[in-house]
């Protein structure tokens, strides 16, 4: 069992940067992949970020490539996101999970444990 929270998220204008992060707990936590996905009202659920558990490997989607960067300490239990120059499209429900194989990570169903979400809004 592993539980995540996220927290970090809130109300920025375009440009600005926010840091989230995901609190967790679990003996295993460490050796699990995390990653981040968002979902923007009457959209699916859609893959951001990832990072393995050495933070060695990480995979992020197009629209966010050269923006966010993800990042984890494991002494803390703890997954960031660190999201600079955010758009308004930005804007979403930011969800953490986390999966114990690197394989099909940019998968919604790949997932084995997720976080309840903190809303991420960018006015423009």
């Known amino acids: 069992q592993v539980h995540l929270v996220e927290s970090g998220g809130g109300l920025v204008q375009a440009g600005a940067s926010l840091r989230l992060s995901c609190a967790a707990s679990?003996?295993?936590?460490?050796?699990?992949?995390k990653g981040w996905f968002r979902q923007a009202p009457g959209k699916e659920r859609e893959f951001v970020a990832a990072?393995?558990?050495?933070?060695?490997?990480?995979d992020y989607a197009d629209s966010v490539k050269g923006r966010f960067t993800i990042s984890r300490d494991n002494a803390k239990n703890t997954a960031y996101l660190q999201m600079n120059s955010l758009k308004p499209e930005d804007t979403a429900v930011y969800y953490c999970?986390?999966?114990?194989?690197?394989?099909?990570?940019?998968?919604?169903?790949?997932?084995?444990?997720w976080g309840q979400g903190t809303q991420v809004t960018v006015s423009s």
């Open positions: 679990g003996r295993t936590f460490s050796t699990y992949v």
């Open positions: 990072i393995s558990w050495s933070g060695g490997r990480t």
């Open positions: 999970a986390a999966v114990i194989n690197w394989n099909m990570v940019r998968q919604v169903n790949g997932y084995d444990y």
